[in-house]
Antibody, heavy 119, light 106 residues
Framework: EVQLVESGGGLIQPGGSLRLSCTAS????????MNWVRQAPGKGLEWVSI???????YYADSVKGRFTISRDNSKNTVYLQMNSLRAEDTAVYYC?????????????WGQGTLVTVSS | EIVMTQSPATLSVSPGERATLSCRAS??????LAWYQQKPGQAPRLLIY???TKATGIPARFSGSGSGTEFTLTISSLQSEDFAVYYC????????FGGGTKVEIK
C-alpha cells in the first residue's frame, strides 16, 4: 500500500527556518517524481517544488531561492528545507507523488503538515 | 503561467441530482487536466486524469470531459460522500490549480 507521511511542521517566527520530511512506503521515491504542494488556510492548492527521479529540481517562483527540496534514497524520504520564512508561507504542506512519466499530476498525497509563520 | 478558472465557486445540489463543474484554462493544456476531490481536514484525492480517465477506485458516477481550454467534471447522481471541494489542475506545463468548486447540500 502506498503511503506518504509528512512531519516537521510547527510555529516559526518570520525569517526562521524549518525542515519538513516526507517518508514514503509502498514504493521507491527515487523511481518517481516527488512534490511538495501547499494550501494556505481556507485557500486553494499551490504547487511548490518537484524532484525528478533523475535528480532535476524545480521550484515555484514564490519560493525560489528560499526553499530546497532533497531526498535520501536510503530512508525513502523527501525533504523540504524552508528558509527566510514569511507570513505568506503559512499553509498545510502536502507531499505528493507524480508517477514516473505521467506529467505533473499527483496520484498519492500525504495527510499534510501545518506550518505557521507568525511572531 | 497557465491560469485555471473554476465555476461556479459554490454549487448547491440535492442528493441524487446531477452536478456539473466547469474549469477553464487561460491557454490550451491539451488533455493534461486532472480533477481532485478534497473533504474538510483531508488531503486531495485524484479523481480524473487525462481529462477523462478515472483514477483507480473512482466510482462510475464521476466523469470528465473536454480538451484544450474547456473542461467539465460531472457527477451523475450525488451521494452524501460527494459533498466536498473539487479542484482542477493542469499539467501541460508547471502545475497550476483552479480555485475550487464547493459542492454543498441544497
Amino acid at each position: 500500500e502506498v503511503q506518504l507521511v509528512e512531519s516537521g511542521g510547527g510555529l516559526i517566527q518570520p525569517g526562521g527556518s524549518l525542515r519538513l520530511s516526507c517518508t514514503a512506503s509502498g514504493f521507491t521515491v527515487s523511481s518517481n517524481y516527488m512534490n511538495w504542494v501547499r494550501q494556505a488556510p481556507g485557500k486553494g492548492l499551490e504547487w511548490v517544488s518537484i524532484i525528478y527521479s533523475g535528480g532535476s529540481i524545480y521550484y515555484a517562483d514564490s519560493v525560489k531561492g528560499r526553499f530546497t527540496i532533497s531526498r535520501d534514497n536510503s530512508k525513502n524520504t523527501v525533504y523540504l528545507q524552508m528558509n527566510s520564512l514569511r507570513a505568506e508561507d503559512t499553509a498545510v504542506y502536502y507531499c505528493a507523488r507524480t508517477p514516473y512519466g505521467s506529467g505533473n499530476l499527483f496520484d498519492y498525497w500525504g495527510q499534510g503538515t501545518l506550518v505557521t509563520v507568525s511572531s | 503561467e497557465i491560469v485555471m478558472t473554476q465555476s461556479p465557486a459554490t454549487l448547491s445540489v440535492s442528493p441524487g441530482e446531477r452536478a456539473t463543474l466547469s474549469c477553464r484554462a487561460s491557454q490550451s493544456v491539451s488533455s493534461h487536466l486532472a480533477w481532485y476531490q478534497q473533504k474538510p481536514g483531508q488531503a486531495p484525492r485524484l479523481l480524473i486524469y487525462g481529462a477523462s480517465t478515472k483514477a483507480t477506485g473512482i466510482p462510475a458516477r464521476f466523469s470528465g470531459s473536454g480538451s484544450g481550454t474547456e473542461f467539465t467534471l460531472t457527477i451523475s447522481s450525488l451521494q452524501s460522500e460527494d459533498f466536498a471541494v473539487y479542484y482542477c489542475q493542469q499539467y501541460n506545463s508547471w502545475p497550476s490549480f483552479g480555485g475550487g468548486t464547493k459542492v454543498e447540500i441544497k
